[in-house]
């Protein structure tokens, strides 16, 4: 009888087991699903999507600033509107122009830029299937929690990408194409591309630095005292990220370390918000 009760027991946890498999078989299924699906449209309104691409090379940050004022003040003959025009005025697009080195390369730049984007696209209901995963398992205050979480977390990654597309990119490639003005701009398709990739997925992860600080904050492990205390170290820390997350040079470097020790700054107040009690951290 009892060896009947331990094989019940054994089987039903076998079986819950193997139905977690299960899921989350079936929520990889339909991740895959979606990316092949994105990435195929994607592949098919290449036009568009190359457009997208070819914007930060034939943008500087002066027609930024203008269209900015524009679409927020407009040129009415106010002081606004002549400053627009003047910065327009004495805009230059990048002098650079993208060569494809063969026809294997222009066929890989051309899937890799429709995988890229269908990955993308796909992005939310990839998310969407973790969460659908992990959710069930969260006890009530952590649903609580998880859901603004969740939320914060895909809006800095938003406003790094952003950051990265209308302003890194834009001021680095016109930095780089100012570099030994005797010589022209030929650039490669592909590295560009990858380039482009780089700096947009690189500033949109390290924008998610203030949730990582105040989620070891809330565990315990440092609070915002810690963080302040630290701020040297930080400061190493950022330039080393942001070396490894930018391409090799010293403007898209500086362009990210910047931004990131404000968003240490800002950590540490979200930190303050949502640390535990002083004696959880003796």
Not at 168 to 187: G, H
Request: glycine letters at 6%.
């Amino acid at each position: 009888m009892m060896e009947s009760n331990e094989t019940t027991e054994s089987t039903d946890v076998a079986m819950t087991f193997w139905e977690h498999l299960e899921e989350l078989r079936r929520r990889i299924i339909i991740s895959a699903i979606a990316i092949g699906v994105f990435t195929i449209l994607s592949l098919s309104f290449s036009k568009p999507i190359e457009k997208v691409i070819m914007f930060p090379l034939g943008t500087s940050m002066n027609t930024l600033i203008a269209n900015a004022i524009d679409a927020t003040i407009g040129s009415d003959g106010s002081i606004w509107g002549f400053f627009a025009i003047t910065m327009r005025a004495g805009t230059s697009n990048v002098n650079a122009e993208l060569m494809k080195v063969g026809p294997v390369e222009a066929i890989m730049a051309f899937l890799k830029l429709g995988i890229t984007t269908g990955i993308l696209l796909a992005l939310p209901i990839v998310i969407y299937q973790v969460w659908a995963f992990v959710f069930p398992a969260l006890n009530r205050q952590e649903r609580r929690f998880a859901v603004p979480l969740f939320l914060i977390i895909i809006i800095f990654f938003i406003l790094g990408a952003a950051f990265a597309y209308f302003i890194v990119t834009p001021v680095v490639l016109q930095f780089s194409a100012e570099l030994f003005p005797d010589m022209p701009n030929r650039w490669d398709l592909q590295l560009y591309i990858n380039f482009i990739t780089q700096l947009i997925l690189g500033f949109g992860l390290a924008f998610e630095l203030p949730i990582v600080m105040a989620f070891l904050s809330r565990i315990g492990i440092i609070n915002a005292r810690g963080f302040r205390e630290k701020q040297s170290y930080a400061l190493l820390g950022i330039c080393v990220m942001s070396a490894l997350l930018t391409p090799a040079d010293p403007t898209s470097m500086l362009l990210m370390a910047v931004p990131l020790f404000l968003l240490y700054q800002l950590g540490i107040f979200f930190a303050y918000l949502v640390e535990k009690e002083p004696e959880a951290y003796v």
